[in-house]
């Protein structure tokens, strides 16, 4: 049975039993805590969790998942891949353990032409908790399975939760035997785990059937405690589809399937080598196989390769896939190859994989080939040094691996692999402390979006106490009337908070928006009737729903139950929304310059300022700005309407309205319009009536943040005529300076560069001059150190490392090569020492590398650097210290002799 058969199937058995069917979601999460969706139950977290009101009783879905938590197990077992398919049924306070275990039951053995999967009842195995008595008895009395092939577990096996405070569960994991060919025999009743290592391939798990019954409450890990029955209980499954598929089509493992394996028989075709021996050769196919799949889903659902978060992971797929190739000896592009033959195998469950073909192809294959480059490059110097490291007895070290990764592209889990595979080590925390400033600009971007990670479960309990969202009227007011209906300080729920103290607040209703969809959030002011004064400084929405203002109490004492009256600061307010109308204006422009591919991928909307980030292979040429910039200030002079309208969401999809990507929306949408069709957009947040509020726009610039993601940075309003103002002052006082009019500054401060360019040259020149007339004077210096001649000079101030490179090498010529020679030159220019190090042949033969002793010196002066055995630089210490990285060279010659 196919793989598209199994999914059909699953989901026809369930609208026969009253389910609603809905589509998978997208690969790319709508929880910020995770980049993708990693199960089939991810998308209904919130209507287990009670954050939000399930839109039906009873669902089914079949949900893309990726998980590369254990990409290095890929091909390794049987059981390993990175994108699979996860087909649920699920049920919000409708059916439970019954409804649930029959269901499965009857679906996994009714017979083929009935509509099921044929599976035989006497070869399957269903591990429970040890105290589920109520699954037991269903189990065996009810449905008949053998108390023999029921097997114990304590909780720790089979329970599960959100690891947090709230919802949780036992489960039922339903196991198919293969035969004795697959593994030993297990026997039922309790046990500690099941199935043992040497049984899991026989004991196959086919589908999980999760109980949400209980509230859980603090604890880490499976250590927690159970605090009750829930009111409203829920039921989450999973079932495999590839492990279905390789058992109903009697293959050894996934990667055997009719979905996996056509790319699997093209790789073979490709290479001429065989699958199937056994060996490395095997893995090697299948990660091609899972890998051209993995990174395929991911373009189709809008990810773009990068270096960091989603892009990343995609990134490394496609590449591993690639080295994959290259390893079974096919160095020729393989994905123009590769990835027709998987859109082909899974374009009959996915469809959009044939209609969006081009685009994913586009991306996959500029992908492959800025990594083929990489290799080309990265290869050759990553021999270099292993060859060296092997020599030294020593690991590759974090400069290197760092090196690799900057300069040449090598990611370090290429790196690490690499080694792996010559039998070296890699020095990690020497490449991560590398990393750190990198990581940390990463990080602080992270932080910026609020509230991924954080424990929701307080906030959890009061929006359920609440009953329902907190109503927010900003659209329309900006001062409103209502009562504070819960304080928080430090995350806990108080009666009474006196001043001064960091709070948050929940109100009855709010005028405050709110971070979301780019929109910055208000600030402003909550007094109450008994004198307390907080000072807003953010508001954000922990869980969907529930609207928390955080912010200083400056005065007097806040209680919950007080009366309030809540007042967002307006001006702030109107200039993000002038922003926030500019941003979509920007958007539809660029529509109309780009095209659709212009698909808005984030933005910022604050004060006076606006940031677009959108979908494009290449850079705007400046042509395309300019057109952009006029079309969006044309528009601003018709003041246009803007309005607003709640429809479904398939009728906004109807009528055009664009979407963020990642994002994830109800079935009741707002859509803002702008010139009534001209510009229409799924949104949220607060804009502007008509676009002659908004008074200008201008683009500041459009750079690259990311593989396939542009940036546009604009002024708006005030700060863009502000910006202008100081343009024209700035341009004034220049045509005074240089005596000339506004338009012909650009070719007059082109001449006074090409003017200082060649003053430079000139003088770079005469340096040169300079340092070789003395270069003779210098070399009569040398030293015999323990028969060796070293020369270590300090040339000065202005030696940029360019010339200190030059007057090493003539130095160590000059010396000649008839004993061991070490040439050591420092020099510093804008406040950075530089050292370069130099050896001749007869040092070498004696022991002497030059990338060794520069280590030591350039660590003496505060810098770093490195280079090959007979020449090193290292640059960035301190001009004060060179003296000492000097001493430091001559007491490594002098450690490296014989005594």
């Not at 050894?252 to 996996?260: A, K, L, P, R, W």
């Not at 390769?305 to 990343?312: A, Q, S």
């Not at 329902?468 to 009562?483: A, N």
Request: proline share 4%; hydrophobic share 40%; net charge negative.
């Amino acid at each position: 049975m196919r793989a598209a058969e199994i999914s059909r199937r699953f989901l026809e058995f369930f609208e026969r039993k009253q389910h609603t069917i809905q589509p998978s979601t997208s690969l790319v999460s709508s929880d910020p805590s995770i980049l993708f969706t990693v199960a089939g139950m991810v998308p209904f977290i919130p209507y287990i969790v009670g954050t939000q009101q399930a839109p039906h009783s009873r669902i089914a879905t079949v949900q893309k998942c990726i998980r590369t938590n254990d990409i290095e197990n890929v091909g390794r077992t049987t059981r390993h891949g990175t994108f699979f398919q996860m087909a649920g049924n699920f049920s919000f306070g409708d059916y439970h353990k019954r409804g649930a275990i029959e269901f499965a039951w009857e679906l996994l053995t009714t017979s083929i032409d009935e509509g099921g999967y044929g599976l035989e009842g006497d070869r399957m195995w269903v591990t429970i908790w040890e105290e589920d008595s109520e699954a037991l008895e269903i189990l065996t009395q009810e449905v008949g399975i053998p108390a023999e092939r029921i097997v114990l577990l304590p909780r720790e096996e089979i329970f599960w939760s959100t690891g947090q405070p709230g919802p949780a569960g036992p489960c039922a994991e339903w196991h198919y035997d293969r035969g004795p060919e697959y593994g030993p025999e297990q026997v039922g009743g309790p046990a500690a785990e099941w199935p043992s290592e040497e049984a899991s391939d026989r004991y196959l798990e086919i589908w999980n059937l999760v109980f949400d019954e209980y509230l859980r409450g603090e604890g880490s890990g499976k250590d927690f405690p159970l605090l009750g029955e829930l009111e409203q209980k829920s039921i989450d499954t999973g079932l495999g589809v590839e492990r279905l598929a390789y058992l109903l089509q009697g293959k050894q493992n996934m990667y055997e399937t009719d979905q996996v394996f056509p790319v699997i028989a093209k790789a073979q075709e490709l290479t001429g080598r065989t699958y199937g021996t056994g060996g490395e050769d095997d893995v090697r196919f299948r990660v091609v196989a899972d890998h051209v799949r993995s990174a395929m889903m991911l373009v189709a659902d809008g990810v773009r390769p990068g270096n960091e978060g989603r892009g990343y992971v995609l990134r490394r797929l496609i590449r591993r896939a690639v080295r994959s190739m290259r390893l079974l000896g096919y160095d020729k592009p393989c994905l123009p190859q590769l990835l027709p033959v998987s859109q082909a195998a899974m374009a009959e469950t996915y469809p959009v994989l044939q209609t969006d073909a081009a685009r994913i192809a586009e991306i996959m294959h500029a992908e492959e080939e800025a990594f083929r480059r990489t290799l080309e490059t990265g290869t050759a110097i990553f021999d270099q040094i292993s060859a060296a490291a092997k020599e030294q007895g020593t690991s590759v070290s974090g400069q290197d691996a760092f090196r690799l990764h900057d300069t040449y592209g090598f990611p370090i889990d290429l790196t690490l692999e690499m080694a792996h595979e010559v039998g070296l080590a890699v020095d990690e925390q020497g490449f991560r402390a590398a990393m750190t400033e990198q990581r940390e600009r990463a990080r602080a971007d992270a932080a910026a979006k609020k509230g991924g990670h954080s424990d929701t479960s307080v906030y959890n309990r009061i929006l359920g106490a609440q009953d329902g969202r907190t109503p927010f009227l900003g659209y329309t007011e900006h001062t409103v009337t209502t009562t504070v209906g819960t304080v928080l300080q430090d995350g806990l729920i108080v009666d009474e908070v006196t001043a001064p103290a960091d709070i948050e607040v929940i109100l009855a209703e709010t005028p405050f928006y709110a971070e979301a969809g780019g929109q910055l959030a208000d600030q402003g002011q909550i007094t109450t009737t008994g004198g307390a004064l907080v000072e807003v400084d953010d508001v954000q929405t922990p869980v969907t729903g529930l609207i928390v203002h955080r912010g200083r109490l400056v005065e007097g004492e806040i209680h919950a139950g007080d009366g309030a009256v809540a007042s967002i600061d307006r001006e702030r307010r109107e200039a993000i929304a002038r922003a926030h109308t500019a941003t979509h204006m920007v958007h539809q422009a660029l529509l109309e310059e780009v095209g659709e591919e212009a698909a808005q991928a984030g933005s910022e909307n604050s004060p006076g300022r606006m940031r677009f980030d959108f979908r494009s292979p290449n850079a705007l040429s400046p042509s395309a700005l300019e057109y952009v910039e006029g079309r969006v200030n044309s528009q601003l002079q018709l003041g246009l309407a803007v309005t607003d309208e709640q429809m479904p969401l398939e009728e906004a999809k109807a009528l055009g309205a664009q979407a963020l990507f990642g994002e994830k929306y109800g079935d009741i949408v707002r859509v803002v319009s702008i010139g009534g069709d001209w510009s229409q957009e799924l949104c949220g947040g607060t804009h502007v009536p008509d676009t002659g509020r908004i008074g200008t726009i201008q683009l500041l610039s459009e750079s690259s943040i990311g593989s396939g993601v542009r940036r546009v940075d604009a002024l708006v309003g005030l700060s863009a005529y502000r910006h202008q103002a100081k343009e024209r002052a700035l341009v004034s006082q220049l045509e005074e300076m240089l005596k000339t009019t506004g338009e012909n500054l650009p070719e007059r401060v082109r001449a006074l560069t090409q003017r200082v360019k060649d003053m430079e040259k000139q003088l770079t020149a005469l340096r040169g001059q300079q340092l070789q007339a003395q270069a003779g004077q210098i070399a009569e210096s040398a030293q015999d150190i323990a028969g060796v001649r070293v020369l270590a000079h300090d040339a000065g101030e202005g030696i940029g490392a360019g010339d200190l490179r030059t007057l090493t090498q003539d130095l160590r010529s000059r010396l000649g090569e008839d004993q061991p020679v070490v040439v050591a030159v420092a020099g510093h220019e804008n406040g950075r020492a530089a050292l370069v190090v130099a050896t001749n042949a007869a040092a070498r033969e004696a022991g002497l590398a030059a990338g060794a002793l520069l280590k030591g010196g350039a660590e003496a002066m505060g810098g770093r650097g490195g280079g090959k055995p007979d020449m090193a630089q290292g640059g960035g210490g301190d001009p004060q210290r060179i003296d000492a990285a000097l001493e430091a060279v001559r007491g490594a010659v002098t450690a490296e002799q014989p005594s």
